[in-house]
């Protein structure tokens, strides 16, 4: 089992940069594919970045490509959500779960395919 914690997060002003941390213990995360999602008060949660097991492939949604990209350090066991040009609308709390249920190539947008979840990070964007 793999233990999930999210550092990172902040208060930043619109068109700054942020760079969120999944770091995980208990299993090596070459064992699971990674996604970030994020939840802003009052609404579901949503998918923001996902990342296959083999790092490989990596899907976004639409609201954060071409600002968004997820990276992995395996050296460190750690996952990273870069976050540029960010806006009012990205405010939210933002999650990394982790699957070891989906194949080498894989990622999932829905939430029900992953497991494993960190706490969550805040981030707050001022306009």
């Known amino acids: 089992q793999v233990q999930l914690v999210e550092s990172g997060g902040g208060l930043v002003q619109a068109g700054d940069s942020l760079r969120l941390s999944c770091a995980a213990s208990g299993r090596t995360l070459n064992n699971y594919a990674m996604g970030w999602f994020r939840q802003a008060p009052g609404k579901e949660r949503e998918f923001v970045a996902g990342m296959s097991r083999s790092g490989s492939s990596t899907n976004y949604a639409i609201s954060v490509k071409g600002r968004f990209t997820t990276s992995k350090d395996n050296a460190q066991n750690t996952v990273y959500l870069q976050m540029n040009r960010l806006k009012p609308e990205d405010t939210a709390v933002y999650y990394c779960?982790?699957?070891?249920?989906?194949?080498?190539?894989?990622?999932?947008?829905?939430?029900?395919?992953?497991?494993?979840w960190g706490q969550g990070t805040q981030v707050t964007v001022s306009s």
């Open positions: 779960a982790a699957t070891s249920r989906l194949a080498y190539v894989s990622t999932s947008r829905d939430r029900a395919a992953y497991d494993y």
